[in-house]
């Protein structure tokens, strides 16, 4: 058994890049960041983790509609990101 089987399955992180809207962008004082995420990474652990960060974030991500490449996708989706995503994390908007 060679010591290099073990080392070579390791998957490499991926990146992503968030965009926070309205909201969203105020609760995480920022417009946009790139995350380092382990590889297999799902929009719903995604979710998880920026609900973490404050009780702001968590309403906030609870609430809002996301975006994985400009496609609407369901936030409790299972379907690991891949590197160089953007995800854009959209809350309700009120006005008309």
């Given at each position: 058994?060679?010591?290099?089987?073990?080392?070579?399955?390791?998957?490499?992180?991926?990146?992503?890049?968030?965009?926070?809207?309205a909201?969203?962008?105020?609760?995480?004082?920022?417009?946009?960041?790139?995350?380092?995420?382990?590889?297999?990474?799902?929009?719903?652990?995604?979710?998880?983790?920026?609900?973490?960060?404050s009780?702001?974030?968590?309403?906030?991500?609870?609430?809002?509609?996301?975006?994985?490449?400009?496609?609407?996708?369901?936030?409790?989706?299972?379907t690991?990101?891949?590197?160089?995503?953007?995800?854009?994390?959209?809350?309700?908007?009120?006005?008309?």
């Amino acid at each position: 058994m060679s010591p290099s089987t073990t080392s070579e399955s390791i998957e490499s992180p991926i990146a992503v890049e968030v965009r926070y809207f309205a909201a969203a962008a105020e609760a995480a004082d920022t417009a946009g960041e790139r995350l380092e995420l382990p590889a297999g990474t799902t929009l719903a652990a995604l979710r998880e983790q920026l609900a973490g960060r404050s009780l702001e974030m968590a309403r906030i991500v609870g609430i809002s509609s996301f975006l994985v490449n400009a496609l609407s996708t369901p936030a409790d989706s299972l379907t690991p990101l891949k590197d160089g995503d953007a995800v854009d994390i959209l809350p309700p908007f009120a006005g008309g």
